[in-house]
């Protein structure tokens, strides 16, 4: 089972079970086929000339129709159409390409270790950053699939969640989780652990109105 994030003299730690640095990298790559499911590579010459074809132009960029996408990429202006469909034009490119960039690194953070055996993470504080963006932008895909769209529904699945947690995992067994059952659990599961490292993260930054940084409490070895 995995543990929370800690901060420790080695950079930030936890340890996943080989079933779980299974299912959060395919959940990764599951994204990063999300952002590149609407894609259409650039035909501009220059762009082609100079390898960013890939990358397009913003010219062809157009607002997303899965609504997953629009909560990753959501409008700049909903009062606004043209300015909206302006901002995404010049950014949404560079955006998905950063996002995959990020969740590519966070994915090589997973094949550190042996297959089949539990992984102990140990992350400087980039890696811990480009952790927190995949885990956050990961939640908000599964939270769409989920219909989670305020505090309420969050807190209602998460209920939910609970009541669920003694099912049987053989699929056979009648009382085993149905399919969105199974997904509320990794959704909650996802969310436990961009919880974790944020609080580790967080425990670091200066206090309001103080220039210095804290000692972080409890340093582990």
């Given amino acids: ?113 042996e297959p089949d055996e539990e992984l102990r993470l140990r992350l400087d504080d980039d890696d811990a950053r480009a952790w927190v963006v995949a885990l956050t932008d990961l939640r908000l895909v599964l939270a769409d699939r989920l219909g989670v769209r305020t505090d309420a529904d969050a807190e209602a699945l998460h209920a939910r969640v609970a009541r669920s947690e003694h099912s049987s995992d053989d699929p056979d067994d009648p009382d085993a989780p149905e399919p969105d059952e199974w997904l509320a659990m990794v959704y909650d599961f996802v969310s436990w652990l961009q919880e974790s490292l944020t609080e580790v993260l967080l425990a670091t930054l200066p206090a309001r109105g103080d220039g210095r940084r804290p000692v972080p409490p409890g340093l582990d070895e």
């Fill in 1 to 113: 089972m995995a543990t929370r994030f800690r901060r420790t003299r080695r950079g930030i730690s936890a340890a996943l079970e080989a079933g779980e640095v299974v299912l959060l990298d395919t959940l990764f790559a599951d994204v990063v086929r999300l952002l590149a499911a609407e894609h259409r590579p650039s035909q501009d010459p220059l762009a082609v000339a100079m390898g960013l074809a890939d990358l397009g132009t913003g010219e062809d960029v157009e607002r997303p129709t899965d609504p997953a996408l629009i909560r990753l990429f959501p409008d700049a202006s909903a009062d606004d159409p043209a300015m909206a469909a302006e901002f995404r034009r010049f950014t949404e490119r560079g955006l998905r390409r950063t996002k995959v960039e990020g969740l590519q690194a966070v994915r090589r953070t997973l094949a550190r270790g």
